[in-house]
């Protein structure tokens, strides 16, 4: 790269300037972070791109050299709600000048944290938000976050970027008209307030560390459902500030000047539209009675019960996607507002509705979280972009629950290859299940080094010594044992051939745009968007789940007293 | 297998081994860490490797079951299933038949039991048990032997004494025929319950068979009885079992054991322990066990451990971190699990360090003054180190507890 922006902050380019405002863009975010001394001062990430999702702060199922070493995890979006659970919370006691990369454990060369009150894939009923504050959720109930507050955690724990806070309503939908113009009132008072420059004292405690610190901050597009309310939410961002407003942010002449990128979040949407859906049908039909749910979910479950409980359960059973309604919706909201900053969505749920999102918007950055879920289920991903000739329908990934991988000594997947296999013509999946590598340097106790031991000194090498790929027999072998490893491995991978679809993306997008449009067409036909691979994969959870994660002592008791065999197998 | 011993105590029994296996060297004393189902809970091979551990358990029973041989026999073999390339040990299955199926009978021929996938009669023999861990393809294997609980009492034990010896000549005769001495190792288990009559004659039978045995490991024990009893029996088997082949303890974890049975001769431990406390949020330091549920910890920016080399503390990973997520990620338990490991391995890596440099029983004092300085030393810990010449209150003014005095952190109150 020729010019290294100066200023700390994010920095967005397009790459070619796009020649519509909507439409498939390419562009890099360079983050500078302020006063940086360090080797790395830099985090560039290049669009389309993805965001890794975490909850409670961690990357699920990843220890932090599993975080580091997948090189796909560079911008990490972090809720903060989780935190709090304690007041103050936490992470606001850790000081340094990256709070939230030491706390959590990520590394600010590698690294680039964005900060949200809320967890963005949450679409739980919540109490109402208030004039004055946000209903955030956390173990120990529901919490009221005020404006005030967010601002000052936002300055003591210093992430990268922040989401200004939004007033998203997660209660029963449809939402009134007076609903949503409070909605965006509210949401453009929270923005102004997390602009707001930080008063002397303010700056004598929040800032003693890093006297540079200033928030990016990203703005979610508020209007709900409404094409109104979405347009006059992003046109009050251009409007011009006075009076009070504008004493308050002297440095910019409207809020979008503070603004550095955009940002959609589809839960609420799909839920508000769902809603209004559901409503059009229930006045067409008459009500039918529907069976009652479950009280208390009965220990001796079979298999046949799994599908009904599932819905008991928090495993994201998908929301209908509802996603050519939401398209004119992002639209409305980016109409007027300058193109040359990034747009997020977050909570998509197949890579065709990124394409998607690609084509007609011309979104920039999307979350992981679905790539994610899709591990916690048991599914290794496995799709390239653009797809395969031929071939017929396939799925997106494969249900490893399945016993079909019992003897597949294959790869998580057959688009890709091991670092250490020669089947040339396949690209290298780089994630640590496809490409391990022995470990280059190891621990030592006392009287285990090879002084004594007389095993051959490991040589400093710079390139990595590969071992054969983790096989999909080893890892339904794992799923069914219950074995956490199993979901260490596969969202190290998901989040990998992930990454590897968006820089196939990018690829096409500077290479052969032309054919753009053909090839998502491809993609959208050759690959199930139903997933109905995740669906089955969501059953073959459960019953694992059920044989052997927790309350299955109990399960299996009840099981014995009435009188079946039981031989009882502990698994641990 | 190479065995040599390098190094020996002046004062304990205690000694330092180099142990040569088809997968690499793995010095002795060592803890080894269980992977049941042919993992190590919540990791993967390489972090495991990393750690510096040389030497993991997989279980005979559960590997059976799942994935099956079939399934093992096409991977070629559980090292390379899994992903391992350093030495593995498997257990016989005897033990989880016993402890984890109630209808299991117990003949002559073998262990009869019912099929946990189909309920149809099963036999497991000595051959059987064998020829199985020849398929799993460990370094070291056990033989079949006939368990009874350590608190069972009567004519059962003796029964199972002799029928442990007659199976292990059953197991060396099927070993010897498969053609894969070169690659795996058979260990005998000693048992005889807590009868020192009983531990004798098997003793002696057993070390009668030492030319079909690369190793001998203490059986019957860890099963509920006093702790005074159990250094006892770990105490008279390590005085009979020959110089020249490793001794291991089955089913020790806790740090006080580990010591202990180092200092009575024993080379090698396994335990779940440190693993599954680490799912319930233990770290073991060596100022004992961090119960990181307890809201004492809640705002603590501390690692575990300062001086830990294990990744969650020398990445600063704080206490406060640990007991945000612990019970509720995955991920807690992997950075818990990474830091039991390496403190296992620390303690007994300190001892051979110690032991070579002839200051092994000033590492049983620090240790203990470490570890139980603020509550008082385990009473069985005293005994069974006076009984190897190591008196742990001299020049100190150190407490005494009576029982087995393990340590656990159980409330908010005082301590670290």
């Known amino acids: ?572 | 297998m190479q065995f040599e011993v390098i190094a020996k105590c002046h004062t304990t029994k205690a000694r330092v081994s180099r142990m040569t296996l088809a997968h690499g060297v793995t010095m002795l004393p060592t803890f080894m860490p269980v992977a049941t189902q042919a993992a190590i809970k919540g990791l993967t091979p390489e972090q495991v490797e990393s750690l510096g551990v040389t030497l993991i358990l997989n279980n005979t029973y559960h590997l059976n079951l799942r994935p099956g041989l079939k399934v093992l026999n096409e991977a070629g073999g559980a090292h390379k299933f899994q992903g391992w390339h350093r030495n593995l040990l498997t257990d016989s299955g005897g033990f989880q038949l016993v402890s984890l199926s109630k209808f299991t009978t117990i003949t002559e021929e073998g262990a009869l039991f019912a099929s946990p996938f189909t309920g149809e009669p099963t036999m497991l023999t000595p051959e059987e048990s064998i020829s199985i861990q020849h398929t799993i393809g460990a370094d070291i294997i056990m033989q079949l032997d006939d368990v009874v609980s350590s608190l069972t009492t009567g004519p059962r034990v003796g029964e199972a004494m002799e029928r442990s010896v007659r199976w292990l000549d059953r197991c060396i005769t099927q070993h010897e025929r498969s053609g894969k001495k070169d690659t795996q190792n058979l260990f005998a288990i000693v048992q005889g319950g807590l009868d020192p009559e009983l531990r004798d004659r098997c003793l002696e039978e057993m070390i009668k068979r030492r030319d079909g045995v690369a190793g001998y490991a203490i059986g019957g024990l860890s099963g509920g009885e006093e702790k005074d009893t159990f250094w006892r029996v770990i105490k008279q088997c390590t005085d009979k079992l020959p110089e020249e082949r490793p001794r291991y303890s089955m089913g020790i974890g806790f740090a006080e054991d580990l010591v202990v049975c180092v200092a009575l001769g024993v080379d090698m431990a396994d335990c779940v322990f440190p693993t599954r406390t680490a799912r319930f949020g233990v770290a073991l330091t060596h100022k004992g066990p961090l119960n990181l549920k307890l809201s004492k910890h809640s705002k603590d920016l501390r690692p575990i451990d300062e001086s830990c080399p294990c990744p969650t503390c020398t990445d600063g990973t704080s206490r406060a971190i640990l007991h945000h997520n612990v019970t509720h990620e995955t991920a807690a338990a992997h950075a818990i699990t990474l830091h039991n490991i390496v403190f296992q391995a620390q303690v007994m890596g300190r001892g051979r360090a110690a032991i070579v440099e002839g200051a092994f029983p000033d590492y049983l004092r620090t240790f203990f003054a470490n570890y139980f300085g603020d509550v008082g030393y385990p009473e069985w810990c005293v005994n069974a180190l006076r009984s190897v010449g190591v008196d742990l209150l001299e020049n100190t003014d150190a407490k005494i507890i009576p029982g087995s005095g393990a340590k656990w952190e159980y409330s908010n109150a005082a301590g670290n």
């Open chain 1, 1 to 572: 790269m020729s010019s290294l922006p100066v200023t700390s902050g994010l920095h967005f380019s397009l790459l070619t300037p796009p020649s519509a405002r909507f439409g498939p863009r390419l562009g890099t975010v360079v983050f500078k972070r302020p006063g940086c001394t360090t080797d790395q001062p830099f985090v560039t990430i290049p669009t389309p791109g993805l965001l890794t999702a975490t909850s409670r702060g961690v990357v699920p199922h990843l220890s932090r050299d599993h975080h580091r070493k997948t090189q796909a995890i560079k911008w990490v979006h972090i809720p903060f709600e989780t935190f709090l659970e304690h007041n103050p919370p936490v992470p606001t006691l850790q000081t340094g000048k990256t709070p939230l990369h030491t706390f959590l454990g990520f590394n600010p060369g590698q690294h680039l944290l964005s900060m949200s009150a809320r967890d963005l894939y949450d679409g739980r009923e919540m109490p109402p938000n208030g004039k004055d504050h946000v209903s955030v959720y956390s173990l120990r109930g529901v919490r009221k976050l005020s404006p005030a507050q967010w601002r000052s955690y936002v300055y003591s724990v210093k992430p990268d970027i922040v989401m200004a806070l939004s007033d998203t309503p997660f209660t029963d939908p449809p939402y009134s008209q007076k609903r949503l113009t409070k909605s965006i009132e509210r949401s453009f008072a929270w923005l102004l307030n997390v602009l707001c420059s930080l008063s002397e004292p303010e700056k004598s405690t929040l800032l003693k560390e890093e006297p540079h610190y200033k928030p990016t901050v990203l703005v979610h597009m508020s209007g709900m459902t409404s094409i109104p309310a979405r347009r006059a939410f992003a046109d009050s961002l251009l409007e011009p500030l006075f009076g009070p407003e504008a004493e308050q942010v002297k440095h910019i002449k409207y809020l979008d000047e503070g603004v550095s990128g955009y940002s959609f979040d589809l839960v609420p949407l799909r839920l508000s539209l769902d809603a209004a859906e559901k409503k059009s049908i229930d006045a067409m039909s008459p009500p039918s009675s529907l069976p009652s749910p479950a009280e208390t979910p009965d220990p001796t479950t079979t298999a046949l019960d799994v599908e009904a409980s599932l819905s008991q359960l928090n495993l994201d059973s998908t929301i209908p996607p509802h996603i050519e309604q939401i398209l004119p919706l992002l639209k409305t909201s980016l109409e007027r507002l300058p193109t040359t900053k990034p747009r997020i969505v977050n909570s998509t749920q197949t890579p065709h509705e990124t394409l998607r999102l690609i084509s007609s918007v011309g979104i920039d950055l999307f979350d992981a979280h679905w790539a994610q879920r899709a591990s916690d289920i048991g599914v290794s991903l496995d799709f390239v972009f653009p797809a395969p000739q031929g071939e017929g329908r396939k799925d997106l990934g494969h249900n490893l629950y399945h016993d079909k991988y019992t003897y597949d000594f294959s790869p998580l997947a057959s688009s890709f290859r091991g670092a250490i296999d020669t089947e040339f013509t396949k690209p290298i999946c780089q994630c640590l299940a496809c490409s391990p590598s022995v470990p280059p340097t190891r621990l030592y106790h006392g009287v285990d080094e090879e002084s004594y031991s007389g095993e051959p000194v490991m040589p400093l090498s710079s390139t990595p010594r590969y071992k054969p790929s983790f096989t999909r027999a080893y890892l339904h072998h794992l799923l069914h044992t219950h074995e956490m490893s199993a979901h260490s491995l596969l969202v190290m991978h998901n989040i990998s051939i992930l990454d590897a679809f968006f820089s196939s993306i990018r690829k096409l997008l500077s290479e052969k745009p032309e054919s753009w449009d053909a090839e998502v067409k491809r993609f959208i036909e050759a690959y199930d968007e139903d997933m109905v691979v995740l669906d089955e994969a969501r059953v073959s959870w459960k019953e694992v789940e059920l044989a052997r994660g927790k309350g299955r002592l109990a399960r299996e008791k009840a099981k014995q007293d009435e009188g079946t065999l039981g031989t009882a197998v502990e698994l641990e």
